[in-house]
């Protein structure tokens, strides 16, 4: 039985020797170098599959405490995990950061999140009205107090869960925010409780949004404005969800969180995290080569590179424990109490997180499962529909609704009709991947044509060199950041962490966080998913047994991009996994692994 107090995941006696910032144990987990997989191990108690949603959630969250948070929409086929896995994630939140809505009206809002402020943006508190008691100059100065004042919904730090698609009167006022069009907006709405008075309400502040239905059509326009993924569709995560269900139902006491001592010690980090943000900023040194870097080719491209941008921020506030600083010294003046000194000088200093390699790195890997549903806002299943249906027959010619209907039902389990399929393809003629036309020999009926080549392919995959960004470009970067502070006679320092007592050297911190080795190292999965004729290779049946490893027999990790969907056995823990995750040991073998064995072994080579 779980013990409340000992944690499964951290060794805390560890961490406070590796220098936790403080005594609570929230802080202390900040200087786990495995803190973010061992945060995705916990997750995965309650969500099987879905690695890229579990990131994208986690980081869109995580966001909401920086200047740009982040919008994510959750598309896809109903009952395929969109709100459910959402709300395990945000659980590890404060409950006072998140706000889950449904189709909750502005007026709704103003009840529920209104604070009452006057001019001075003071909290007014009814109950210090002035009674009978109170004089008649009290109460005409109440009166006045009152008819300047305004509800506040402070939405800065804020996670909005849409559990439902918003009332559409709620979506045009919160549009402007959620769009970061306008950081403050106004509105005035009626509260017929009162005597059909006007209230005066002022939204502030940008916050992240997750929305777990986007069924409206008002909403699609937003969706170019933000990350767009589909949790995953196969047996495998299927017949995992129904064994997660069973086992809840069985042994409720497992999945208790009043008794899930690694819970408490998430929650108090990510409480602690949001503090952070408001202590340090995040810098990244290689933004100036990235966009270099990044693939443009239309004007929404300008927006998914903020992005990617908040997304590497996200991660790097995440380890800021394990990130290199930046110290800067200003000296400014002030009035000097002395009357033959004109001025007197007090130094500020500041400390910035730099993100590191390993950011890009993480961020990268998540990019390349969201790019394709992001670029074109559709959900997975239709981007399926197109890669399994309309290439392989639309290759040469035309072809119709039946027998793209006919081709996609011998290629899934899940049978659509041709009604779904022609609305599916009208879907793909919006974003310009297919061209739907009469049929010249049969005008009652359509034919659709591939029309998607290298012209509007969208974005093309992000590639990252191992040496794009050198020592001698951190140094320029240096040189240039010190053309822009107040003083001429600011200093600047560096240190590996915010832990090291210690300063750094520029190649020093080079070769830590931005040199080649981060793309190189053989316990990081490869940049490039193995490809989908790659066998494993100690198996070609759906279901071959196969000796079991330990952590400690794998050499590296590797992921697959596209997988074939086979039912597999962990090699390490023997439960039912399919083909994403694969294990190298160091006889050479290519072994398939769980989710759960993937993180923990993800977690062991990072220590390593």
């Known amino acids: 039985m779980a013990q409340t ?18 005594e609570d144990a929230g802080n202390i987990l900040s200087v786990d170098p495995q803190l973010y997989e061992k945060l995705l191990i916990h997750a995965s108690k309650t969500i099987k599959h879905d690695s ?142 009162s005597g059909l008075k006007t209230k005066h309400v002022v939204l502030r502040g940008w916050p992240a949004t997750i929305f777990c239905t986007t069924s409206e059509q008002y909403l699609e326009d937003l969706a170019t404005r933000s990350l767009t993924i589909t949790p995953e569709t196969d047996f495998g995560k299927y017949k995992d969800g129904v064994r997660l269900i069973g086992e809840i139902k069985a042994l409720p006491a497992k999945f208790d969180l009043n008794r899930d001592f690694d819970y408490t010690l998430i929650c108090g980090f990510i409480c602690s995290l949001s503090m952070q943000f408001s202590n340090y900023k995040v810098i990244i040194p290689y933004g100036r080569e990235l966009a270099e870097k990044y693939p443009t080719r239309f004007a929404r491209s300008m927006r998914d590179f903020k992005h990617f941008c908040a997304l590497i921020k996200a991660t790097a506030m995440f380890h800021f424990c394990q990130r290199p600083v930046l110290i800067i010294e200003e000296q400014r003046p002030v009035a000097s109490k002395t009357k033959d000194v004109q001025h007197d000088y007090v130094t500020d200093k500041s400390q910035r997180i730099l993100a590191s390699l390993e950011d890009l790195y993480l961020v990268e890997k998540l990019w390349k499962t969201i790019q394709e549903t992001t670029e074109t806002g559709l959900p997975g299943h239709i981007l399926e529909f197109f890669h399994k249906a309309v290439k392989p027959l639309c290759k040469e010619f035309s072809v119709s609704y039946k027998e793209l209907t006919v081709k996609y039902n011998e290629m899934t389990a899940e049978k659509k009709s041709s009604s779904t399929i022609r609305k599916w393809c009208r879907y793909l003629s919006d974003i310009g991947w297919v061209d739907v036309e009469k049929n010249p020999s049969d005008k009652r009926t359509y034919l659709v044509r591939n029309i998607r080549n290298a012209k509007n392919l969208g974005n093309s995959v992000l590639n990252i060199s191992t040496g794009f960004f050198s020592q001698e ?38 070769k830590a966080h931005f040199s080649a080795h981060i793309f190189q190292e053989p316990s990081k999965p490869n940049l490039e998913p193995l490809t989908e ?76």
């Open 533 to 608: 004729n790659k066998p494993f290779n100690l198996y070609c049946t759906e279901k071959h047994r196969i000796s079991k490893k330990k952590l400690e027999d794998f050499k590296s990790h590797h992921w697959r991009e596209k997988p074939q969907g086979l039912k597999l056995e962990c090699s390490i823990c023997s439960s039912e996994c399919d083909d994403r995750f694969v294990g190298s040991t160091f006889k050479g073998e290519d072994l398939p692994l769980c989710e759960s064995c993937y993180h923990q072994l993800e977690a062991q080579r990072k220590e390593a």
């Open 473 to 510: 470009s951190f140094q320029k970067w240096l040189d240039d950041t010190k053309k822009y502070t107040r003083t001429t006679t600011a200093k600047y320092t560096i240190k590996q962490s915010l832990l090291d007592e210690e300063l750094s050297s520029i190649d020093a911190v080079h």
């Open 5 to 22: 107090g000992v944690s499964k995941l951290f060794d805390l006696a560890k961490l406070k020797k590796l220098g936790g910032l403080k």
């Open 52 to 193: 890229p949603t579990k990131n994208a959630v986690l980081l869109t969250g995580i966001s909401a405490f920086g200047p740009n948070p982040i919008n994510l929409f959750l598309k896809g086929k109903s009952g395929i995990g969109k709100t459910y896995g959402a709300m395990e994630i945000i659980k590890y939140f404060p409950k006072e950061n998140v706000m889950l809505l449904g189709g909750i009206s502005p007026k709704a809002i103003v009840h529920s999140y209104g604070v009452l402020i006057d001019e001075a943006d003071n909290e007014i508190g009814l109950e210090d009205a002035p009674g009978k008691e109170g004089t008649k100059e009290e109460r005409q100065a109440w009166r006045r107090k009152l008819g300047n004042a305004r509800y506040l919904v402070d939405l800065r730090g804020k996670i909005l869960v849409f559990l439902e698609a918003p009332h559409l009167d709620t979506f045009s006022v919160l549009r402007p925010i959620l769009s970061h069009d306008n950081f403050e907006i106004s509105f005035k709405t009626v509260d017929t409780k």
